[in-house]
T-cell receptor
Framework: DVKVTQSSRYLVKRTGEKVFLECVQDMDHENMFWYRQDPGLGLRLIYFSYDVKMKEKGDIPEGYSVSREKKERFSLILESASTNQTSMYLC????????????FGPGTRLTVL | TQLLEQSPQFLSIQEGENLTVYCNSSSVFSSLQWYRQEPGEGPVLLVTVVTGGEVKKLKRLTFQFGDARKDSSLHITAAQPGDTGLYLCAGVRRDYKLSFGAGTTVTVRA
């Protein structure tokens, strides 16, 4: 069974902390994505990666960075967490051939105090 | 920028009733997808519609793509409690990224 896993289901951090969210997929997918999901706004793309060490900004990249050192792993980094980054963070992956068929992880609910 | 508008935002119905969820946009998409998300889980892809006017059926769920490829609807016949969830539409943009609607929360009461 295909799987996307995220390192934490719930995370509480303080303003100014550096936060790492990890995502791992076991489907050998080339593409990986980070979204945030907020009530009334749906899912918004933060960053995506189409290959190891390759990344591209999504629609709302400000305040975030990413790292993809291995094909199966895609990390989202909040350099200095702020309260407006409190959200549900979802990771997804897709193959090169079926690029728009995205498989999502269960999400990490991040609260920044 | 919210490119896709979903309506209604919330829907609560009795088991056995029918429901329709709408997804509208002023933009044309190459294809449109519908996802269902259950509490504590990520969205799961239900269907992708590609051709204007296309109708796809998935058991009791019927998906339609508008002729102009700007809108879509999801119709559930004889809803069951297991249909409860957040339904999201997503348009595939020219840059191959997805634009999501805000979602419709469907609750089916037993």
């Amino acid at each position: 069974d295909v799987k996307v896993t995220q390192s934490s289901r719930y995370l509480v951090k303080r303003t100014g902390e550096k936060v790492f969210l990890e995502c791992v997929q076991d489907m050998d997918h080339e593409n990986m994505f980070w979204y945030r999901q907020d009530p009334g706004l749906g899912l918004r793309l933060i960053y995506f990666s189409y290959d190891v060490k390759m990344k591209e900004k999504g629609d709302i990249p400000e305040g975030y960075s990413v790292s993809r050192e291995k094909k199966e792993r895609f990390s989202l980094i909040l350099e200095s967490a702020s309260t407006n980054q409190t959200s549900m963070y979802l990771c997804a992956s897709s193959s090169l051939i079926s690029y728009n068929e995205q498989f999502f992880g269960p999400g990490t609910r991040l609260t920044v105090l | 920028t919210q490119l896709l508008e979903q309506s209604p935002q919330f829907l609560s119905i009795q088991e056995g009733e029918n429901l329709t969820v709408y997804c509208n946009s002023s933009s044309v998409f190459s294809s449109l997808q519908w996802y269902r998300q259950e509490p504590g889980e990520g969205p799961v892809l239900l269907v992708t519609v590609v051709t204007g006017g296309e109708v796809k059926k998935l058991k009791r769920l019927t998906f339609q793509f508008g002729d102009a490829r700007k809108d879509s609807s999801l119709h559930i016949t004889a809803a069951q409690p297991g249909d409860t969830g957040l339904y999201l539409c997503a348009g595939v943009r020219r840059d191959y990224k997805l634009s999501f609607g805000a979602g419709t929360t469907v609750t089916v009461r037993a």
